[in-house]
């Protein structure tokens, strides 16, 4: 079983959709989590971190369910320039680095 | 320039040959990461480092990859005796241990190594 595990997608929606992603993992030890969005043959870029209590930065929500050891991202009113791959990635010591594990990523498709 | 710095950002090469890739972090930057990325699927850890020495090693696939970062600043990746599943986009990453915490990577555009 892979430490962090997404569904492909693609994930195809039109202009002003909702969209939700998960990302399991399976190191419970596991403290801090992150989403990345890579554009098609670019790097990845930080999306936003993900805080126990959930977290919001404008279209985006980022949260966590240790319980179920899941992340979730959900995009609000999509565009057609939230198309991309969005990555999750899991680091397993607290503010010291480490190695961050990324996902497969989801690939969404914005349609207008 | 203000990012992290990958060269050659494309490299053919035969099977069998010897390749090195070069990383040049964010100034400052005291943790400096490889990832290997295939089509299709997310970047895959190979090492981290933390200053001059390999924290992290447990993602180098075989004893034909090896990193150094001899001054805690530039890192090089290593390939011997290239293998065509060795193709792939390697990509490097810095990031500022300490201070926010964040863990947040910064990675470069990536080296673009084709066997044949």
């Known amino acids: 079983r892979k430490e962090v595990e997404q569904d492909p997608g693609p994930f195809n929606v039109p202009e002003g959709a909702t969209v939700a992603f998960n990302c399991t993992y399976s190191?419970?030890?596991?403290?801090?989590f992150f989403w990345y969005r890579q554009d098609c043959r670019k790097e990845p870029k930080l999306l936003m971190s993900?805080?126990?209590s959930g977290n919001e930065d404008g279209r985006f929500t980022a949260q966590l369910n240790r319980a179920s050891q899941y992340i979730s991202l959900l995009i609000r009113d999509s565009k057609l320039s939230d198309s991309a791959t969005y990555l999750c990635?899991?680091?397993?010591?607290?503010?010291?680095?480490?190695?961050?594990?990324f996902g497969q990523g989801t690939e969404l498709s914005v349609k207008p | 320039g203000a990012g992290v710095s990958q060269t050659p950002s494309n490299k053919v090469t035969e099977k069998g040959k010897y390749v090195e890739l070069r990383c040049d972090p964010i100034?400052?930057?005291?943790?400096l990461y490889w990832y290997r990325q295939s089509l299709g699927q997310g970047p895959e850890f190979l090492i981290y480092?933390?200053?001059?020495?390999?924290?992290?090693d447990s993602g180098l696939p075989n004893d034909r990859f090896f990193a150094v970062r001899p001054e805690g600043s530039v890192s090089t990746l290593k390939i011997q005796r290239t293998e065509r599943g060795d193709s792939a986009v390697y990509l490097c990453?810095?990031?500022?241990?300490?201070?926010?915490?964040?863990?947040?990577?910064?990675f470069g555009e990536g080296s673009r190594l084709t066997v044949l």
């Open positions: 990453a810095s990031s500022l241990i300490g201070t926010s915490g964040t863990g947040e990577l910064f």
């Open positions: 190191n419970s030890a596991s403290q801090s």
């Open positions: 993900v805080y126990s």
């Open positions: 990635a899991v680091n397993s010591l607290r503010n010291q680095g480490g190695k961050l594990i």
């Open positions: 100034s400052g930057h005291t943790a």
């Open positions: 480092f933390q200053g001059t020495g390999a924290a992290d």
